[in-house]
Nanobody, 123 residues
Framework: QVQLVESGGGLVQAGGSLRLSCAASGRTFSSYGMGWFRQAPGKEREFVAAIRWSGGSTNYADSVKGRFTISRDNAKNTVYLQMNSLKPEDTAVYYC????WGYGWAPQAYAYWGQGTQVTVSS
């Protein structure tokens, strides 16, 4: 069982930066692939980024490549999402998720989810 708590969301102007954190409970955190997803009002939840259990491999949605960076610190049971050059279309609730099976883009591959943190980017 893994419990996830996101933090770091807020209101930022376009072009600004935010760093999201996701703190995980459980001694097996280091064995899980971790992902970030987001959901804007009226839209489906979409993949943002994911990282392998070791941190050695990452995946990104095309819409955030070059702007967002996912990382993890297994000693702190925490995964991060550094978001730079933010755009109004990045506005959404951001969720972190844990997968015992990999670090892919499909939400169905993730067994555990946090409660989400709101990110709002003003133009």
């Amino acid at each position: 069982q893994v419990q996830l708590v996101e933090s770091g969301g807020g209101l930022v102007q376009a072009g600004g930066s935010l760093r999201l954190s996701c703190a995980a409970s459980g001694r097996t955190f280091s064995s899980y692939g971790m992902g970030w997803f987001r959901q804007a009002p009226g839209k489906e939840r979409e993949f943002v980024a994911a990282i392998r259990w070791s941190g050695g491999s990452t995946n990104y949605a095309d819409s955030v490549k070059g702007r967002f960076t996912i990382s993890r610190d297994n000693a702190k049971n925490t995964v991060y999402l550094q978001m730079n050059s933010l755009k109004p279309e990045d506005t959404a609730v951001y969720y972190c998720a844990a997968s015992p099976w990999g670090y892919g883009w499909a939400p169905q591959a993730y067994a555990y989810w946090g409660q989400g943190t709101q990110v709002t980017v003003s133009s």
